[in-house]
C-alpha cells in the first residue's frame, strides 16, 4: 500500500510538472503591431480604398481602444462612407479619452462641409486690414517664369487687392525652377502691377496645399490678420478652404479665376470629395506613418 501511495504521487507529481512545462513553453498570444496596423490604414487611404483602411482600423482600435488617433481617423473617414453610427461611436470614445483631439476632428468634419458648400467666386469680397489675401502657388516653367494657370490666380488677387486696399498679401509656394521660388515669382507679378513691395509678404517653403495652409496661418498671424480671403483656381478652390480652416484660418472669401469656373460651381462628386477628406487629415497633423 505505501509503495503504492507514493506511486500515485511520484505519477501525479510528474503529470503536474509536465503540464506545467507544456504551458509554460506554449506560444504566447500575439497581439496586433498597431503601428502596422495603422500605416497600412493610412496607405489604404491614400491609395483609395476606403473600406480596407477602416477594416484596419477596426482591427486597430479593438487592440488598443484608447489609440486617439485611430479614433479620430475613424471618426472621418466614417463619415465620408455615411457610416454615421461608427462616426458617432469614434468620436464619443475619443471624447472620453481626448477631448482636445475630438475637438479637433469636429472641426475637421466642419471644415469638410464648409468646403464641399463653397462657391467659386470671381467676385472680390469687401474686406478690412484684419483679413489677408492669400494666394496659393501653381508650378513653374522650368524657366522660372509663370504659367497660364498661375498668372490667373494672380489677376484673381489682384482684383481682390484693389477691392481690399488695407489687406496685407501672402503668396505662397515654394518648388523653385531655375532658382526662384513661385511665391517670389508672384510677388514679382504683383509688385510689376503696381502693388507696393510691402505690401506683399512672401511664404516660399510650401509645397504642397497642406503647407500652403499651414505656413500661411502662421503668417497672417505674423502680420496681424486674423482671417483671409484664399484665392486659387476654381477646381482647387474647395481643398484649399479646407485646409486653411482645419490649419485654423478663418475663411471668409474664396475668390477664384473665371478660367473652369462654369464646370467647377456644381458640389463635388463622392470620388472627388476623397481629395478633401485626405488633405484634411494631413492638415490636422495626424502622423501618415508611425
Partial sequence: M????????????????????????????????TDALYNSAQRAFTDGDDAAGRAELRQLIAADPADAEAL???????????????????IARLTAIDPQ????????????????????????????????????GFGLLPDGSLRPELVNR??????????????????????????????????AWLVSKGMPASRVNVESRAGSTVQNALFSTKMLRDVGADSAVVVTSPNHIRRAVADFIVAGTRVVGATTSLEQLVSQLPPPARQAQRGIYLDATRTFQLATTR
Wanted: charged content about 5%; glycine content about 8%; aromatic content about 6%.
Fill in 154 to 187: 494672380l489677376t484673381a488677387a489682384w482684383l481682390q487687392a484693389v477691392a481690399a486696399p488695407l489687406s496685407p498679401i501672402i503668396v505662397t509656394g515654394g518648388n523653385p525652377q531655375n532658382g526662384i521660388s513661385e511665391a517670389e515669382a508672384m510677388r
Fill in 2 to 33: 505505501t509503495i503504492s501511495r507514493h506511486w500515485k504521487l511520484w505519477v501525479a507529481t510528474t503529470f503536474a510538472a509536465a503540464t506545467i512545462t507544456g504551458l509554460s513553453s506554449a506560444p504566447a498570444f500575439a497581439a496586433p503591431n
Fill in 101 to 136: 483631439m475630438a475637438q479637433g476632428t469636429n472641426n475637421v468634419l466642419g471644415a469638410i462641409g464648409a468646403a464641399i458648400g463653397t462657391l467659386p467666386n470671381p467676385l472680390p469680397a469687401l474686406v478690412g486690414p484684419q483679413t489677408g489675401i492669400v494666394v496659393l
Fill in 72 to 90: 479620430a481617423l475613424q471618426a472621418i473617414w466614417s463619415h465620408y462612407a455615411a457610416d454615421l453610427p461608427a462616426m458617432a461611436d469614434s
